[in-house]
C-alpha cells in the first residue's frame, strides 16, 4: 500500500504531481513532522534567468515554504564554472566570473517573485557555493572527501552512463561535477541542518551521492525528492515553444508572450499544469481540467492569469489578458504585445516587411517569413501580405503597426520616439 504522508508538504508533492522518487518517503515524512526541515535545490547560473524548465522546482521550494519549512537556494557559483553534464551531449560552454555574478542577480529577480527571503527561521535564503567551493584546497579534498567515492558506481548512474554508450567525450572536470554537488549537500548539512535535496529526476544519482557522504561523514539520514521530467502532451520539452525557451524573468520574455504560452496549453495538459503550476485547490483543478469544448479555452485562461501573476504580478496577467481579448476577439492592436521599435536610421528609405518579421521575432530568418507569407500565414495590420518585397517608410511606422505570424502570435513595430 502506497505511504499516506503524515506531513502536509509531503500530501501537496503527491497530490498535485511533484513527485517521482523518493529515497525513503517515511523517514522523510517524520522528519518534516519534527519541525522545520531545511531543504534545498541547486540551480546553475548559466543564463541571466531561468525558464519554464525549472518553474517545477521553483514551485517545490514555494510549497516546502507555504507548508511550513525552509527553502535553500543554492545557486552554482562554483560549479557553472564545471557543468553539469547530466544526459547532455557535449560540454557546457564555460563563463567567466563576472558572467556568473550577473546572471545569479538575475536570476535571484525570479525567485523574489516566489519565496520570502529574511532572517526567520522559515524565511528562504540564496546561497552560492562558490564560498565553500572556490577555496578548496584540491589535496585535502580528495584525501577527506574524494575517498567516499566509488568511480565503478559514479560510471554506473545513468546520466554519465548514456554519455559514455553514445562514445561521446566526458572530460574530468565534468566528472568532477557529482562529487562537488554531493559535496555541497555536506556543507549545507554543516552550515543550515539540511536534509533534504530536491530537484528533477536527472538528478537523482547526484542527490544519491550527497546523501551517501552526509551518512558516511556525519552519520546523519538525509533525504532526496525528485520531480518527474515533464513533457507537453505532444512530447515536446516542458519550457521550449517554436521561438525559444519561455524564460521567467521579463526582462527575457514580455508578461504577454509569457501569458500566451500558458493559453496555448493542450487541452490534455490543462489539470497536470493548473495542479503543478498554480496555487488553486486540487478540486478546482479538476473541474476546470474537465471542460470540453469551447469551454476548456477559459479553464486555459484561468491558468495563465494564475501562473502570470505568480511570476509577475495580478497587473501584468490582467494586462496581458486584456491584450490578449483585443487582440484576438476584438481585432485591435493590443497595448502590451511586444514591440519593436525602429530609429530613422534603421528605416532609411524604406525597410521591406520581410525584415519586419525577422526583427520583430515572429521568425527566425527571411526564408522562413517569405514562406510564412507565400503560405498566407502573414498579417499587417490584420491584412494579408502578399507581397515579400512590400516596404515601409518611416512615415508609416509613426503609427504602430501589427504584425501577425499566424492566429497566435503578434508583435507591434513603430518608429522611436
Not at 174 to 196: K, P, S, T, V
Request: proline fraction near 4%.
Amino acid at each position: 500500500m502506497p505511504h499516506k504522508p503524515k506531513s502536509e508538504f509531503l500530501e501537496v508533492m503527491i497530490a498535485r504531481g511533484f513527485m517521482a522518487d523518493c529515497t525513503d518517503i517515511e523517514g522523510l515524512d517524520e522528519a518534516l513532522m519534527e519541525g522545520i526541515l531545511p531543504g534545498y535545490i541547486g540551480f546553475d547560473a548559466t543564463a541571466p534567468s531561468l525558464h519554464v524548465g525549472s518553474l517545477i522546482q521553483i514551485m517545490m521550494l514555494r510549497w516546502l515554504q507555504k507548508t511550513g519549512h525552509k527553502p535553500l537556494v543554492l545557486m552554482g557559483g562554483g560549479t557553472t564554472k564545471i557543468g553539469d553534464p547530466s544526459f547532455r551531449a557535449e560540454e557546457r560552454p564555460l563563463l567567466s566570473e563576472e558572467q556568473i555574478a550577473a546572471n545569479i542577480a538575475g536570476i535571484r529577480k525570479v525567485f523574489d517573485r516566489y519565496l520570502t527571503f529574511g532572517e526567520g527561521r522559515r524565511d528562504a535564503l540564496m546561497l552560492n557555493n562558490a564560498e565553500w567551493l572556490d577555496n578548496l584546497n584540491y589535496l585535502e579534498f580528495l584525501r577527506d572527501i574524494g575517498r567516499y567515492f566509488s568511480v565503478n558506481r559514479m560510471l554506473s548512474f545513468e546520466s554519465v552512463k548514456s554519455r559514455l554508450d553514445r562514445e561521446q567525450s566526458l572530460s574530468f572536470l565534468e566528472f568532477n561535477y557529482m562529487i562537488l554537488q554531493a559535496y555541497d549537500f555536506l556543507e549545507l548539512y554543516r552550515r543550515y541542518g539540511c536534509r533534504l535535496q530536491m530537484g528533477g529526476s536527472d538528478q537523482w544519482g547526484n542527490i544519491i551521492n550527497g546523501i551517501d557522504l552526509i551518512r558516511r561523514v556525519e552519520g546523519v539520514e538525509a533525504f532526496g525528492l525528485t520531480s518527474p521530467l515533464l513533457t507537453t502532451a505532444d512530447g515536446k520539452k516542458m519550457g521550449k515553444s517554436e521561438r525559444g525557451a519561455i524564460w521567467l524573468n521579463p526582462e527575457m520574455l514580455s508578461p504577454y508572450e509569457f501569458w500566451q504560452f500558458w493559453r496555448n496549453t493542450a487541452d490534455a495538459d490543462v489539470e497536470r499544469f493548473l495542479k503543478l503550476y498554480t496555487e488553486l485547490p486540487i478540486e478546482e483543478c479538476e473541474r476546470l481540467g474537465r471542460l470540453q469544448g469551447s469551454a476548456i479555452n477559459e479553464a486555459k485562461i484561468v491558468l495563465a492569469n494564475e501562473v502570470t501573476t505568480l511570476a509577475h504580478g495580478a497587473e501584468a496577467a490582467a494586462a496581458a489578458e486584456a491584450t490578449a481579448r483585443e487582440v484576438f476577439e476584438k481585432g485591435g492592436v493590443g497595448a502590451e504585445l511586444p514591440t519593436l521599435e525602429l530609429s530613422p536610421e534603421e528605416i532609411g528609405d524604406g525597410i521591406s516587411v520581410v525584415q519586419l518579421f525577422v526583427r520583430s521575432g515572429l521568425v527566425k530568418s527571411g526564408k522562413e517569413a517569405k514562406r510564412l507569407i507565400a503560405e498566407h500565414g502573414a498579417r499587417l495590420d490584420d491584412a494579408p501580405v502578399t507581397d515579400p518585397g512590400l516596404m515601409l517608410d518611416a512615415e508609416r511606422l509613426k503609427t504602430p503597426v501589427k504584425l501577425s505570424a499566424g492566429r497566435k502570435r503578434h508583435a507591434l513595430v513603430r518608429l522611436a520616439k
